[in-house]
């Protein structure tokens, strides 16, 4: 926010102080910046103002990354740390929202603070329902939302934690006790709400009264404000207004921002006046009279709601149609700051294709008053109201997502009927999302008029608005025949709610919709998501200070909330420091004909443009290429950066760097192509037990290929970098990673300097899920040339277009199989193979023992190693191969296990359906049930598994659901419900041992605190927390004794890579080590002294000259994994569980609904269920999202268009399970530390029961349909696959493209 306004003159308040230049700003890093688009309310702040016509103070919440500083005159602003600090007081909002354990990476925190906290200023106490509509514009990516919601829900009046749907009860006061005794010695409280502060609304900061005065509250006068390449000028009145537009044709006006604001940032559109009439009280205000309601182009959406409900409120409901379809849209629209930003005015005007309110104003009759100079129109009111009862109005729509998406198609239409009769009078329909502005189905409507309202005619207004209406097969935005799709089954809605409404005004002419079609007419309810948490309780005889098996709060929770934990980008600004912004390549394969880097350098601020040419050591080192030289291999690979002064001067800059390219061939984007070019990254990855080819002897089928696409790691903080040139040749870098030793490794090379000169420093990061694994150590090494050339620091922090093109995605999985299998549901045989999308170089890892494609190879092995999922099959091959191609993919959590067992699932589904049984059967039948070797010989014990799945069955109630879901089926043509139960076996860890070791060093101070380092880094999982509980535990003493600051190079050396759910165990017995050996060498001096403190015997040990520092180590895990041979110990042990989800499907649309999941987690010993828990939980929206919505879209060229959230949607608080209930199941693992187990990743995979839930749901609509048994169902199950899938006559009657006649928009690239 603050870097991107510069030398602006400020008038506004900030913490209710008044601050007049912009040093005073700049140390204010609690709200954070993570899209800049308005799209993911990291950076949301509270905005007040005065009204001096109501007298009132108007609080609402604003994304700070779209205000611009201009229009905050005369406003006071709060910022995360006006809420509340550690040095002052903590709110308890953000005490609360750290207590629940609200916060993990901690990134979105203060967004998250600052959405309640408004919400608590204008309604002190809320509903849930207000809670998770004030959440609805804010995106995090760890938690999964239920404890932030969580969180919320406490400042309500009802008691709602923990309340069953809406009976208004706890679950564990059930009068039978049946829960009680059942989960017997299970917790339930994984924080103490007796705790929490109360909310005492009369603490907040007063609104500045000097704000209220008449210079701030209305325009005195024109003001004008000169910038460095921009005039932001405020007109004082309507007059002036239409003068200053008189004069400036061109120049925008400025009202929310959110159009204008984006397409500046990320469009490239430069404006050099601005005018900004955004407080001009003749554009705020309603008018409403006997004829209709006026409305100022002024009006936030928010007001317009507001206003709306007061009319609707008031006024009789035939007259309120219009007004009623307007509010349903602007309930989902964007997010709570988005629509308190963004006016009336400004949507109608810039949103000519997706706008959701115009093609309701459109049906609705509305008029739009337009003003200029000298022409200045009387204001007619416009005709919202409808007098005739014999008319409706509805508005449709489908996204991607609940809330805060655009529509892929909407609609609003209306029809007038002669009174008394269902003879259409007057028919519109406007359409949006389906061409360049809203679409007028017209000469459709035209024909029809005179006609009934009945089947005769939807059939004919179907055909004639598909002709009417024509998306091109290569439209942009893709999902053409889906779209067109939409265009008739959103017709044919309104046609239901239509005739309904007639059988309502006349039941005996016209008769009601038939009783099965009644849920097509409403969308699904956005409800607040409640649920359960089980964990075994703490046996009661530990001791009070052992944290231990406590849900003990993250260790910087309280930070992460009141915006005071420091990120990469929150560090000081130092000395000379440079910013840098990268030149990526735009082509997928292509040499580098020249780099014209003059007028860049001719810029101001610009220091250097960096290139191949000036990296001292490797710029290829180990095959991963840090500045392209000579030529590019995939779209988005770093050709150059530029270092200039400020972020503008280089980003400004770096547009102006002209590369030439020559396309080379071939250019593999999909994984067809590649096998088409036999274009692979190394030889395949097999294991083999039994006899496959005989085995098929039994019924087999060859299964069509399933495709698993990509998914984008969107961790809220992008990858940032802070290089710091030293003497020596030092060089320090601050950055998040989750591999810092290979940062150094990579930096040192391309510097050509020793490792020992090189320091990676981490505190934490927002977010890693393995994007920080393999990328920082390639843009560390970008950074390091950057600052070595230029000799200053360098800043480097992407931002997020730049951060998902550049550090890639997920590898997308093709996988084709043949299954043998007996008619009882028993697998005899399978034989699978996996190809994944890998990258185009092959990298040489770890001393050059073994040559990998780093992420490629390891996805491989692990599906390779991971693909029998909880199944035996006696015989069984799977092979694996990673392809090489032009994109360029990474690790993501699960490290192609939720990719590879996807698979697996769906074949099991498909056996189920052959055998004409229930696919829970066989899964049971051919699940692992006692002790046994996976198919590449590694015993394991299965029991945990089994005891999940029976909990899982039992207690998720499932047969009894499924029944009810097949009742519901059975009601209703157009909803339809599905179940999906599944158990899996995972395994953590990496199969090559040197991988599970790890390092700590433990320092005792004189005054007895602790310091704790490890190799392990922080990425919000709560590593440094549960390290501290390790130690807390070892020596003996309280945790606030216990500090752990930071990970760092230069403390603990060759660290490695903090994943595959190993940080716990392998650092966790590091530090153990470490204390043990403390504590031994303590041990003399405490025996002579049991009744001592802890103090005393460090100072006694000081004075004996006993060392007071020890370094942990973990040798680590024996695993192994001969590859030659297909066996090996590949992992030190298995983690079960088993998840049950339930959906609801809309067949029209494609939508879907999570109405309830249940998970069951074999944990062994929780060393903290908060964090656990919350692992859990998170992970498994995370599976969820990659299974369901989210989606990247890659142009046939291999563009990746998804860069914002804006078009790659990740789930808000509207996508979690409604209802939720998670339970740790204890067993022993003794080989672990505490006998705990690393819960990481596993979860991920549980997402997937949310794939085959929908794809029952799909089968059951297909069932009635009579359409084929088997289909399939790839991933994403997004709502255009569900939609198609659910064949009907809408499908049926769209034009259909021959896919040899154009290049669509998109391609798939599994
Ligand atoms: C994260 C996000 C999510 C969104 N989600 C949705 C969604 O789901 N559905 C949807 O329909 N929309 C959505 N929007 C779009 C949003 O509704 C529009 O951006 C917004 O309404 C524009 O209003 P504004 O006041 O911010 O316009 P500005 O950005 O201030 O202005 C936009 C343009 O309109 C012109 N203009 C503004 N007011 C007037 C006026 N009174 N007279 C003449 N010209 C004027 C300006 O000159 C400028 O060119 C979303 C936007 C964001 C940022
Ligand atoms: S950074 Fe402002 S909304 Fe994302
Ligand atoms: S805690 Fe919300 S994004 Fe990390």
């Known amino acids: 926010w603050y870097k991107t306004q510069e030398n602006m003159l400020l008038v506004i308040s900030m913490q209710g102080g008044k601050c007049r230049n912009q040093s005073s700003l700049v140390r204010l890093t609690g709200t954070k910046y993570s899209c800049g688009g308005g799209g993911c309310g990291a950076c949301t702040v509270m905005v007040s103002r005065y009204n001096s016509t109501t007298k009132a103070i108007h609080h609402y919440p604003a994304t700070a990354c779209l205000v611009p500083i201009c229009s905050l005159y005369g406003a006071a602003v709060t910022t995360v740390e006006g809420v509340g600090s550690i040095k002052t007081r903590i709110h308890p909002v953000q005490e609360r929202l750290a207590k629940c354990h609200g916060t993990q990476c901690g990134f979105c925190s203060p967004g998250m603070v600052m959405s309640i906290y408004t919400l608590l200023r204008n309604h002190p106490e809320p509903t849930p329902e207000q809670i998770t509509k004030a959440l609805g514009g804010n995106l995090c990516h760890c938690t999964g939302y239920r404890p932030i919601v969580e969180s919320g829900k406490t400042f309500c009046v009802e008691s709602t934690v923990c309340e069953l ?657 007996m008619n009882n549901g028993v697998i005899k045989a399978a034989d699978v193979k996996y190809y994944v999308n890998g990258r185009s170089v092959c990298i040489i890892l770890y001393l050059c023992e073994i040559s990998l494609c780093f992420a490629s190879t390891q996805v491989v092995e692990f599906i390779v190693l991971k693909s029998e999922n909880a199944y035996y099959i006696p015989n069984f091959r799977c092979r694996g191969r990673a392809c090489k191609t032009n994109p360029s993919n990474t690790a993501i959590r699960g490290f192609g296990f939720p990719q590879g067992t996807v698979v697996v699932e769906a074949y099991i589904t498909a056996v189920a359906s052959q055998c004409n049984l229930p696919p829970e059967e066989v899964k049971e039948i051919n699940m692992y049930k006692r002790i046994s070797k996976t198919a590449f010989k590694q015993t394991f014990n299965p029991e945990p598994l089994q005891r999940c799945w029976k909990e899982c069955l039992e207690k998720s109630s499932f047969y009894a659901r499924k029944l009810a879901a097949e009742e519901f089926n059975k009601k209703n043509y157009w909803k339809k419900r599905g179940l999906a139960i599944f158990p899996m076996k995972f395994s953590i860890g990496i199969p090559t041992a040197y991988y599970n070791q790890a390092a700590a060093l433990v320092h005792i101070y004189l005054d007895g605190s602790v310091l704790v380092t490890h190799g392990g880094y922080e990425l919000g999982q709560g590593l440094y927390t549960k390290m501290i509980q390790v130690a807390s535990h070892e020596l003996n003493i309280p945790q606030s004794y216990i500090h752990l600051s930071e990970t760092s190079t230069v403390t603990v050396s060759n660290g490695v890579l903090t994943l595959g759910s190993m940080g716990t165990d392998i650092n966790g017995k590091a530090v153990q080590n470490a204390c043990q050996t403390l504590m031994a060498r303590l041990h003399p001096i405490i025996r002579k002294n049991p009744k001592g403190k802890w103090e005393d015997w460090i100072a006694k040990a000081f004075e004996e000259s006993i060392s007071l520092s020890a370094t942990g180590y973990f040798k680590g895990y024996q695993t192994n994994m001969d590859w030659e041979k297909g066996e090996g110990n590949a992992y030190p042990y298995y983690v079960y569980g088993a998840a049950c989800s339930e959906v609801e499907v809309d067949c029209l649309t494609g939508a879907h609904k999570l109405l309830r999941t249940d998970i069951f987690m074999e944990a062994a010993f929780s060393i903290n269920p908060a964090l656990d828990i919350g692992q859990i939980e998170g992970a498994f929206i995370q599976g969820m999202r990659f299974y369901t919505i989210e989606e990247l879209k890659y142009s046939p060229e291999g563009v990746l268009y998804s860069r914002s959230p804006d078009d790659y949607k990740i789930p808000t608080v509207t996508e979690i399970p409604e209802e939720f209930y998670v339970t740790l199941v204890r067993s022993q693992n003794p080989i672990a530390i505490y006998s705990s187990k690393g819960l990481g990743e596993a979860r991920m995979f549980l997402g997937s029961s949310v794939l085959f839930a929908i794809y029952d749901a799909v089968a059951a609509a297909r069932r009635e349909r009579g359409l084929a048994k088997t289909f399939v169902l790839s991933s994403p199950a997004t709502p255009e696959m569900i939609r198609m899938m659910c064949v009907d006559q809408f499908t049926d009657m769209i034009p259909r493209d021959d896919p040899s006649t154009f290049t669509p928009w998109s391609i798939r690239v599994s």
Not at 217 to 226: A, C, M, Y
Not at 527 to 551: K, L, N, R, Y
Not at 563 to 568: K, L, P, R, T
């Open 165 to 821: 749907k809406g009976s208004g009860k706890c679950c564990m006061d059930q009068e039978d006790g049946s829960l009680v005794n059942r989960w017997e010695q299970m917790c339930t409280k994984l924080y103490d709400e007796d705790e929490f502060q109360p909310l005492d609304p009369s603490q907040e900061p007063i609104f500045p009264p000097e704000l209220t005065v008449r210079y701030f509250t209305f325009v005195n006068g024109r003001r004008s404000k000169q910038g460095e390449r921009t005039t932001w000028i405020t007109p004082a009145t309507l007059n002036d207004l239409l003068e200053l537009k008189a004069n400036f044709p061109k120049a925008p006006l400025v009202m929310g921002n959110t159009e204008l604001g984006p397409s500046i940032k990320f469009k490239n559109e430069f404006h050099p006046v601005f005018i900004s009439p955004l407080g001009l009280p003749e554009l705020h205000f309603v008018n409403t009279t006997d004829d209709g309601v006026t409305i100022g182009a002024g009006y936030s959406l928010a007001q317009l709601n507001d206003a709306l409900h007061f009319i609707v409120s008031e006024q009789p409901k035939e007259k309120t149609k219009t007004h009623r379809a307007l509010l349903k849209h602007l309930r989902t629209l964007p997010g709570a700051q988005i629509r308190n930003m963004a006016t009336l005015g400004g949507h109608v005007v810039s949103r000519p294709n997706f706008s959701d309110l115009n093609p309701i104003l459109a049906a609705g009759n509305a008029a739009i008053n337009l003003v200029s100079k000298g022409k200045r129109p009387s204001f007619n009111q416009s005709q919202l109201f409808s007098y005739l009862q014999w008319h409706f109005v509805f508005g449709l729509r489908m996204a991607q997502r609940q809330e805060n998406a655009f529509a892929i198609v909407n609609a609003g239409m209306s029809v007038k009927f002669e009174d008394g009769t269902n003879t259409i009078k007057e028919l519109q329909m406007f359409y949006g999302s389906v061409g360049p502005t809203t679409v007028s189905a017209s000469q459709t409507c035209k024909q029809l008029i005179g006609r009934q309202w009945d089947d005769q005619m939807l059939s004919d207004a179907c055909r004639w608005v598909l002709d009417e209406i024509y998306i091109p097969p290569a439209a942009e935005g893709g999902m053409v025949e889906y779209r067109r799709t939409l265009i008739i089954s959103l017709l044919f809605k309104f046609y239901l709610k239509v005739r309904r409404g007639l059988n309502q005004m006349d039941p005996q002419k016209f008769p009601d919709i038939p009783e099965k079609f009644m849920s097509a007419l409403e969308d699904f309810p956005i409800e607040t998501p409640q649920g359960i948490q089980m964990f075994q309780c703490v046996d009661p005889h530990q001791p009070p200070q052992d944290p231990v098996g406590h849900p003990v709060m993250h260790q910087s929770a309280i930070k992460h909330t009141t915006g005071e934990a420091v990120y990469i980008d929150d560090m000081s600004c130092i000395d000379q420091e440079l910013f840098l912004a990268p030149i990526t390549s735009t082509r997928a394969h292509a040499k580098i004909i020249s780099i014209d880097i003059s007028e860049a350098l001719a810029l101001p601020g610009v220091v250097d443009v960096i290139t191949a040419e000036d990296v001292p050591g490797d710029n290829n080192y180990q095959g991963e290429i840090f500045y392209a030289q000579n030529e590019v291999i995939c779209v988005g690979q770093i050709v150059s950066t530029v270092a200039a002064d400020t972020y503008a001067h280089a980003r400004e800059a770096a547009k102006k760097v002209k590369i030439t390219y020559g396309d080379i061939e071939p250019r593999i984007i999909t994984i067809e192509q590649a096998l088409e070019h036999n274009s692979f990254l190394f030889d395949e990855k097999k294991i083999e037990q039994g006899n496959v080819e005989q085995a098929f002897k039994y019924k087999s089928l060859k299964g069509s290929e399933v495709h698993v696409e990509g998914q984008e790691h969107f961790c809220m903080e992008t990858l940032s970098i802070l290089a710091l040139p030293k003497e020596d040749k030092e060089m320090v870098l601050h950055l998040g990673t989750q591999y810092p030793t290979r940062v150094q490794e990579y930096v040192a090379a391309a510097l050509n300097v020793p490792r020992n000169r090189i320091a990676c420093r981490m505190k934490r990061t927002g977010g890693a899920f393995g994007g920080k694994v393999a990328k920082p150590a390639v843009l560390g090494a970008v950074s390091a040339v950057a600052a070595n050339k230029t000799g200053r620091p360098i800043r480097f922090i992407l931002e997020r277009g730049d951060d998902m093109l550049i550090t890639a995605g997920r590898h997308p999985l093709l996988r084709k199989y043949k299954i043998g299998f």
